[in-house]
């Protein structure tokens, strides 16, 4: 556990570990479930739990969160075969890459929107785009020359993650990574 807050609903934010300017807190609170809140630019998943009072009324929140950063990344490229940038404010702050690196694959994107499709150094990459809360974006790769490994079934979870309340996972015959 790398975040834990505690959030009086009054005053806030009352104490908590790191420190650092937060974003996303109020959706986390309001909307509930897993959401991405940034610590001083670094993305968190996080967990909002009420404490009520024995009459049931909502006094505060303890918040408990992880970074999300290169050792996720890294397991899911291990575990799945999908490979990621991650993003805050269009910035990358993690990475798991093996088939590029990290820069010829943002250079590659530079001015061309939102394809989904590159070319990189001659691997061509298939490329999704994950909006994972207010200016944190995941940006997902897969080799599109290569079959996915038959090790490889269950969806990566992440393609089909969405920062809306109802967070579906696709039917794995729809699914982006092919899981």
Known sequence: MDLLLAVDTAAGVRVGTPPGALSGMEAL???GGARIILVDEVPHQAVAQPVMTAEGRTVGYVVLGRVLGEVELQALRDERGV???LNVGGKPV???LGAVPE???LAALE???R???VSV???SLRLRRVEMGPGVELLLTRDGGRKRSSSVRRCCSWCCWASSSRRRRARPSSCWCGG
Do not use: F, R
Request: aromatic share 0%.
């Open 94 to 96: 993690a990475h798991a």
């Open 115 to 117: 394809p989904d499709e």
């Open 111 to 113: 001015g061309k929107g």
């Open 29 to 31: 609170v309001k909307e």
């Open 83 to 85: 490979e990621g940038v």
């Open 103 to 105: 820069d010829a694959l």
């Open 121 to 123: 150094n001659g691997v």
